[in-house]
């Protein structure tokens, strides 16, 4: 058998017993010619390969060398001009895609441009053992240049070409480990010449090795060469794999897809691509979950429209200082339904909405806890999607906050920066306030006032023989020995009643939404974002570029600084100032902003500013309150079990508390297993005993929840979520609160079984 005929015949393979026998027959022919090289030429590759967790991240690290190689081939094309900073700059430059992302793209253009690269998927042996091909049209390789290329490890191949995304990852050698046999096959334009070899795991004498390593098939010192005519492989790189473990990916749309995989990581990709998904039948252009959030549709779309939404926020851009800027952008879905209770699952990890990307690939995703409990949104949690782009974060930045394998973020100054940004941009977007309490409104039942008063007189006085001042738990107002005009810790916030505003061009007003005669109060280094009200159309603020903006922010040199503001959307926008970290107390200056109208006199609006102190550090143990509260009763078929995610199992979840608007509301589970139990058990020997059990039961379950609130300010092994708890503290904390009100509400049905049996008056028999 001479490499002609091997490559047939591996070429053609459809199972890993084809490429086992075809390597059986060829090491056969040629035992002396044959040898097996460690990849990257080192003998301890194991680690390195098998770095990342997921094999599906590990075929994205594929087709993004596939792009790379794709976009190397216009750099040589274009006799590397322009000098193009990063792959998107490439891309518009050189393929003609629009700087907005490939959502502006029609569906042919999309299409045309996604034949240079198509991943496959055909049957293989089973869901753990299919065969996963990348095709690209990129530069290709000779066969010289693959031993230190595709076929090497932590090679610096990359490191200054900035209009290529490899770096920041091992890149696809990653899919070594996950598949039995790897077949390389590549050659360079108008090379007659092509290279190929296979990839394998060689285990290793276990008394000489502590493990095997991943080898790579040579011939007589060299990558297997043979000669095809240029139409039979055309130039570029095909990766072929056989084994690979696609058992988590098994449907063929959805989040438990290779297709909901890929618009997932790749949320924004530079360039579109094709997946062949032969085991489903199906062929879908991936363009990334943020381009379909902005309305891309294709062929094979379940969404002809585009999603639904209920609100979007358009990239915008906040300057983080030195570490450069971020772009920001959000999305509301439509509300959700029994049929699709997490709608943002067809885009994005439901547990971590907020994605961070790097040349439109995710590189790391925030927890939904940024969202429910630090910009306390927690009832829009299953319907956002947030975005943030790092492209322009300094060098120095993304040194510091990406990992090699873009899974995850490192915990550092930079990650804290962009989620405190991110917070603040999500809790000063008033329509995102307006439809979470209409969230909340809508999956709220309705109460007997009167009961619950009763219920709050109740839990008051049992809170005093605690030595709690029992009106706060009724109404959150202090009293006995303090000033009567002291506001109270917990307040029920002003409802900001969003008008719509009439749009007129040319616009006749510009309003900073602060309240007349009030200074707007900044500690040195603090940064806010400040509401616009205007009556102009979203054409006059561009806030991607400042010069084509017919809005101009005024700064006060050595005071306060602009730096960044959102887009001009129904008259409303929101602009980031963030004062000198050196101010001096004391100082007084203004922010100003002004609106050209084209033939007539400008639009001005100003507003005094004042540097103050920074608050100091609250002492919680000396300003203990309790908010008021209400508990809402939910089972697992109420659409509130779903916004709050909870488990399928519902003897894992008991209750759950979420501040909204000053208000505790306090959600606990009818089906929580020693709960209901107990609660049938009365049911079955008198409804109203079962009513008067139910009732002790919420007693004990709202001074549990007052209680744990009462301990997140006072106990440091209990953190609050404030914005000095990261996010990876805050997910722990949340399984610890659940575990231990599973544990607190099987005490208080105890509690109220005991106090209802002791109500009941005891038989002439007794």
Same mark, same amino acid.
């Given at each position: 058998?001479?490499?002609?005929?091997?490559?047939?015949?591996?070429?053609?393979?459809? $199972?890993?017993?084809?490429?086992?026998?075809?390597?059986?027959?060829?090491?056969? /022919?040629?035992?002396?010619?044959?040898? *097996?090289?460690?990849?990257?030429?080192?003998?301890?590759?194991?680690?390195?390969?098998?770095?990342?967790?997921?094999?599906?991240?590990?075929?994205?690290?594929?087709?993004?060398?596939?792009?790379?190689?794709?976009?190397?081939?216009?750099?040589?094309?274009?006799?590397?001009?322009?000098?193009?900073?990063?792959?998107?700059?490439?891309?518009?430059?050189?393929?003609?895609?629009?700087?907005?992302?490939?959502?502006?793209?029609?569906?042919?253009?999309?299409?045309?441009?996604?034949?240079?690269?198509?991943?496959?998927?055909?049957?293989?042996?089973?869901?753990?053992?299919?065969?996963?091909?990348?095709?690209?049209?990129?530069?290709?390789?000779?066969?010289?240049?693959?031993? =230190?290329?595709?076929?090497?490890?932590?090679?610096?191949?990359?490191?200054? #070409?900035?209009?290529?995304?490899?770096? !920041?990852?091992?890149?696809?050698?990653?899919?070594?480990?996950?598949?039995?046999?790897?077949?390389?096959?590549?050659?360079?334009?108008?090379?007659?010449?092509?290279?190929?070899?296979?990839?394998?795991?060689?285990?290793?004498?276990?008394?000489?090795? %502590?493990?095997?390593?991943?080898?790579?098939?040579?011939?007589?010192?060299?990558?297997?060469?043979?000669?095809?005519?240029?139409?039979?492989?055309?130039?570029?790189?095909?990766?072929?794999?056989?084994?690979?473990?696609?058992?988590?990916?098994?449907?063929?749309?959805?989040?438990?897809?290779?297709?909901?995989?890929?618009?997932?990581?790749?949320?924004?990709?530079?360039?579109?691509?094709?997946?062949?998904?032969?085991?489903? %039948?199906?062929?879908?252009?991936? =363009?990334? $979950?943020?381009? /379909?959030?902005?309305?891309?549709?294709?062929?094979?779309?379940?969404?002809? %429209?585009?999603?639904?939404? $209920?609100?979007?926020? #358009?990239?915008?851009?906040?300057?983080?200082?030195? *570490?450069?800027?971020?772009?920001?952008?959000?999305?509301?879905?439509? #509300?959700?339904?029994?049929?699709?209770?997490?709608?943002?699952?067809?885009?994005?990890?439901?547990?971590?909405?907020?994605?961070?990307?790097?040349?439109?690939?995710?590189?790391?995703?925030?927890?939904?806890?940024?969202?429910?409990?630090?910009?306390?949104?927690?009832?829009?949690?299953?319907?956002?999607?947030?975005?943030?782009?790092?492209?322009?974060?300094?060098?120095?930045? =993304?040194?510091?906050?990406?990992? $090699?394998?873009?899974?995850?973020?490192?915990?550092?100054?930079?990650?804290?920066?962009?989620?405190?940004?991110?917070? =603040?941009?999500?809790?000063?977007?008033?329509?995102?306030?307006?439809?979470?309490?209409? /969230?909340?409104?809508?999956?709220?039942?309705?109460?007997?006032?009167?009961?619950?008063?009763?219920?709050?007189?109740?839990?008051?006085?049992?809170?005093?023989?605690?030595?709690?001042?029992?009106?706060?738990?009724?109404?959150?107002?202090?009293?006995?020995?303090?000033?009567?005009?002291?506001?109270?810790?917990?307040?029920?916030?002003?409802?900001?009643?969003?008008?719509?505003?009439?749009?007129?061009?040319?616009?006749?007003?510009?309003?900073?939404?602060?309240?007349?005669?009030?200074?707007?109060?900044?500690?040195?280094?603090?940064?806010?974002?400040?509401?616009?009200?205007?009556?102009?159309?979203?054409?006059?603020?561009?806030?991607?570029?400042?010069?084509?903006?017919?809005?101009?922010?005024?700064?006060?040199?050595?005071?306060?600084?602009?730096?960044?503001?959102?887009?001009?959307?129904?008259?409303?926008?929101?602009?980031? !100032?963030?004062?000198?970290?050196?101010?001096?107390?004391?100082?007084?200056?203004?922010?100003?902003?002004?609106?050209?109208?084209?033939?007539?006199?400008?639009?001005?609006?100003?507003?005094?500013?004042?540097?103050?102190?920074?608050?100091?550090?609250?002492?919680?143990?000396?300003?203990?309150?309790?908010?008021?509260?209400?508990?809402?009763?939910?089972?697992?078929?109420?659409?509130? *079990?779903?916004?709050?995610?909870?488990?399928?199992?519902?003897?894992?979840?008991?209750?759950?508390?979420?501040?909204?608007?000053?208000?505790?509301?306090? !959600?606990?589970?009818?089906?929580?297993?020693?709960?209901?139990?107990?609660?049938?058990?009365?049911?079955? &020997?008198?409804?109203?005993?079962?009513?008067?059990?139910?009732? &002790?039961?919420?007693?004990?379950?709202?001074?549990?929840?007052?209680?744990?609130?009462?301990?997140?300010?006072?106990?440091?092994?209990?953190?609050?979520?404030?914005?000095?708890?990261?996010?990876?503290?805050?997910?722990?904390?949340?399984?610890?609160?659940? &575990?231990?009100?599973?544990?607190?509400?099987?005490?208080?049905?105890?509690?109220?079984?005991?106090?209802?049996?002791?109500?009941?008056?005891?038989?002439?028999?007794?």
């Amino acid at each position: 058998m001479d490499i002609n005929e091997f490559y047939n015949l591996v070429n053609s393979a459809a $199972s890993v017993l084809d490429i086992e026998h075809a390597l059986e027959i060829f090491e056969k /022919a040629h035992p002396h010619k044959i040898k *097996w090289i460690p990849v990257g030429e080192r003998e301890n590759n194991v680690g390195t390969i098998g770095a990342a967790a997921d094999p599906g991240r590990s075929i994205v690290e594929r087709v993004t060398n596939g792009i790379d190689a794709v976009l190397e081939l216009e750099y040589e094309q274009h006799h590397h001009l322009p000098d193009c900073r990063s792959p998107r700059e490439a891309a518009v430059a050189w393929l003609n895609i629009p700087p907005q992302g490939l959502s502006e793209l029609s569906q042919a253009s999309r299409q045309k441009i996604a034949d240079k690269i198509i991943v496959t998927i055909q049957e293989g042996d089973s869901r753990s053992s299919r065969i996963v091909t990348i095709r690209d049209e990129g530069i290709g390789l000779t066969p010289e240049q693959m031993p =230190k290329t595709i076929l090497s490890l932590n090679q610096s191949n990359k490191l200054q #070409k900035y209009y290529l995304a490899g770096m !920041y990852g091992q890149g696809g050698s990653s899919t070594f480990a996950r598949c039995k046999y790897t077949i390389i096959t590549s050659r360079s334009e108008a090379n007659p010449r092509m290279g190929f070899t296979i990839v394998r795991y060689l285990d290793l004498p276990a008394e000489i090795y %502590k493990s095997g390593h991943y080898v790579y098939l040579t011939f007589d010192d060299s990558v297997l060469q043979l000669e095809r005519p240029i139409e039979e492989f055309p130039k570029g790189t095909e990766v072929k794999h056989y084994g690979y473990d696609l058992s988590n990916y098994s449907s063929m749309v959805g989040p438990n897809s290779v297709y909901g995989l890929l618009n997932s990581v790749l949320f924004d990709p530079v360039l579109p691509i094709w997946l062949d998904n032969r085991v489903h %039948k199906s062929r879908h252009v991936i =363009k990334g $979950s943020r381009n /379909a959030l902005n309305g891309a549709v294709d062929e094979g779309d379940e969404n002809r %429209k585009g999603p639904e939404l $209920s609100h979007a926020v #358009k990239m915008f851009y906040p300057n983080l200082g030195d *570490w450069g800027r971020i772009g920001i952008e959000y999305w509301v879905l439509q #509300k959700p339904d029994k049929k699709n209770p997490t709608p943002i699952r067809a885009f994005v990890n439901s547990q971590k909405p907020v994605i961070l990307t790097l040349n439109g690939q995710s590189h790391a995703e925030f927890s939904k806890i940024l969202v429910s409990k630090k910009a306390e949104l927690p009832y829009l949690t299953p319907r956002l999607i947030g975005h943030i782009d790092c492209n322009n974060l300094s060098p120095l930045a =993304k040194r510091e906050l990406f990992v $090699s394998n873009r899974e995850n973020a490192r915990i550092c100054v930079v990650s804290d920066l962009i989620q405190q940004e991110f917070v =603040k941009a999500l809790k000063s977007d008033d329509e995102l306030i307006r439809l979470n309490n209409e /969230a909340r409104s809508e999956n709220l039942n309705e109460k007997d006032e009167n009961a619950l008063q009763q219920m709050r007189k109740e839990v008051a006085n049992i809170l005093h023989v605690q030595g709690i001042d029992s009106t706060l738990a009724i109404g959150g107002v202090k009293s006995g020995g303090k000033d009567k005009n002291e506001s109270p810790i917990y307040q029920i916030p002003h409802k900001r009643t969003l008008k719509p505003i009439e749009i007129h061009d040319p616009p006749t007003y510009i309003k900073i939404m602060w309240k007349v005669g009030e200074d707007i109060p900044l500690y040195p280094g603090q940064r806010i974002y400040i509401r616009i009200e205007t009556d102009a159309n979203s054409t006059y603020h561009d806030a991607n570029d400042p010069q084509k903006s017919k809005l101009n922010i005024i700064n006060s040199p050595g005071v306060i600084t602009a730096c960044g503001s959102t887009s001009l959307n129904n008259g409303r926008m929101r602009i980031i !100032y963030e004062s000198n970290p050196k101010a001096e107390i004391g100082t007084k200056s203004q922010i100003r902003v002004e609106l050209t109208r084209p033939g007539l006199s400008m639009l001005v609006a100003e507003h005094p500013i004042i540097i103050v102190p920074k608050p100091p550090v609250t002492n919680t143990k000396n300003q203990i309150s309790l908010p008021p509260f209400d508990i809402i009763a939910i089972d697992p078929d109420n659409p509130m *079990w779903n916004v709050l995610n909870w488990p399928e199992d519902s003897d894992k979840i008991a209750s759950e508390a979420i501040l909204n608007d000053g208000i505790l509301n306090i !959600y606990y589970s009818t089906a929580f297993q020693k709960y209901a139990e107990k609660r049938n058990k009365f049911e079955s &020997r008198d409804p109203a005993l079962a009513a008067s059990f139910t009732n &002790r039961y919420e007693i004990w379950l709202i001074i549990h929840s007052l209680l744990l609130d009462r301990d997140k300010q006072t106990q440091d092994q209990i953190v609050s979520f404030d914005d000095n708890t990261t996010v990876e503290n805050s997910e722990i904390l949340d399984d610890y609160e659940r &575990r231990e009100r599973c544990r607190l509400a099987t005490i208080s049905t105890i509690i109220a079984e005991r106090e209802v049996l002791s109500s009941i008056p005891p038989t002439s028999d007794e």
